[in-house]
């Protein structure tokens, strides 16, 4: 399977005291958490583009522009949707947007790499020497 402007992507959670804003200190009130609003949008487009590569590659993110429109209480069915919007040889760009059970709750783009695994972390690996 190749990699095309289109392919589509979903990843599901439910708000818990886990999830909130609290629980990220991103804020003091428990409702979903913006920083697991974005989490919840990349597992959607990541897991999507996964079934099309190769052995020994994954995708890592390298880009991040949403708003957060609509608050979601503890309690409630959230999901994210992705769809590829640009292959640009590694780099892809998906239109990512998130969903409560009474409509949309923010939206915005998102851009991955395509990367080796084994040369990806042993770059991150430097860091540690010296």
């Known amino acids: 399977m190749s990699i095309t402007v289109g392919l589509k992507g979903r990843a599901e959670a439910v708000v818990t005291a886990g999830n909130t804003a609290q629980a990220a200190c991103s804020g003091a009130l428990p409702v979903f958490g913006t920083p697991f609003m974005c989490a919840l949008m990349e597992e959607a487009s990541w897991k999507s583009i ?54 949309l709750i923010g939206q915005g783009t998102h851009e991955r790499f395509i990367i080796t695994d084994e040369r990806f972390l042993t770059k991150a690996a430097k860091k540690l020497e010296g």
């Open 50 to 103: 996964a079934p099309c590569l190769e052995a020994g590659q994954s995708t890592v993110g390298t880009k991040l522009t949403v708003s957060h429109d609509s608050a979601t209480p503890v309690g409630m069915k959230v999901w994210a949707e992705s769809e590829i919007t640009q292959v640009d040889g590694k780099r892809l760009v998906l239109k990512v947007a998130a969903y409560d059970e009474k409509g």
